[in-house]
């Protein structure tokens, strides 16, 4: 038993900066998408499976649209660094760098129906969802051309 947790407990691989900033960008998204944290209610539906339906919203707002594009970027961007850095094939790191966001944003949408003050929207999962696409294909680009590589070795080299 013990060899067991021992096998459990060692890793072969040294963690990555870039999964644990990718976790404080997920606490941080949580935070913006749910702040204020009170006035939670249970949504006015008639049907439960409405309040599952995401909709488009009437209005349109240039910097919402922008915030929600640019604010899943990053979190794309540093799960595809941080698995391709655990030595996960390039198309897994690109495959999660994708899903994982996509349903965090789906997530915290859902839970926007909970607050009153909060619009959940199709359009911002829709933005959320296109913004960490970019930030994984910018991601899987610079892993291709190499800089990625380069980096990884300059940081193990200085640090």
Request: with cysteine; charged share 10%; hydrophobic share 55%.
């Amino acid at each position: 038993m013990t060899e067991l947790l021992r096998a459990l407990a060692k890793t072969e691989y040294p963690p990555s900066l870039a999964l644990w900033i990718a976790w404080a960008w997920v606490l941080l998204i949580v935070y913006a998408s749910l702040y204020p944290f009170v006035g939670w209610r249970i949504p006015p539906v008639s049907v439960w499976s409405d309040a599952l339906v995401l909709a488009w919203p009437r209005w349109s707002g240039l910097l919402d649209e922008w915030l929600n594009g640019l604010g899943y970027t990053p979190l794309g961007f540093f799960l595809f660094v941080g698995f391709v850095h655990r030595r996960r094939s390039v198309g897994l790191a690109l495959l999660g760098a994708l899903l994982w966001p996509v349903l965090l944003s789906l997530l915290m949408e859902q839970l926007q129906q909970f607050l009153p003050v909060r619009v959940p929207s199709l359009k911002d999962w829709t933005l959320n969802t296109a913004g960490a696409s970019v930030g994984a294909l910018l991601g899987w680009c610079l892993h291709q051309w190499g800089v990625l590589q380069r980096w990884r070795g300059w940081f193990q080299d200085w640090f």
